[in-house]
């Protein structure tokens, strides 16, 4: 069983910065999948981003076009950590985020992730 922890979330001003961390444990996840996704009040859970695992020491990674060019994700490996470097927040980035992972997964549809962390509140003042 993989457990997932995020931190790191917090109330910020338009077009500042915050990094979410999400600590997993009960398994090493090199070989997993992993991604962020989101979800606002009233709305559904939203696709932020995911790093799949290629082979070896190879990662691709997928973004939401909302998100291009402003969030950045990254994993520790030898931290058995997923990260989410957020710059230029909009208050339209307001949401709960969540960490998930999952082995072949289909980046956008987070029913084929199959671990989820509790969530990170990150709420973006105008």
């Known amino acids: 069983q993989v457990q997932l922890v995020e931190s790191g979330g917090g109330l910020v001003q338009a077009g500042g910065s915050l990094r979410l961390s999400c600590a997993a444990s009960g398994r090493t996840l090199t070989r997993y999948d992993m991604g962020w996704f989101r979800q606002a009040p009233g709305k559904e859970r939203e696709f932020v981003a995911a790093?799949?695992?290629?082979?070896?020491?190879?990662?691709?990674?997928n973004y939401a076009d909302s998100v291009k060019g402003r969030f950045t994700i990254s994993r520790d490996n030898a931290k058995n950590a997923l990260f989410l470097q957020m710059i230029s927040l909009k208050p339209e980035d307001t949401a709960v985020y969540f960490c998930a992972a999952g082995v072949g997964i289909v980046p956008a549809t987070p029913t084929t992730y199959n671990y989820w962390g509790q969530g990170t509140q990150v709420t973006v003042s105008s």
């Open positions: 790093i799949r695992w290629i082979g070896g020491t190879i990662y691709n990674v």
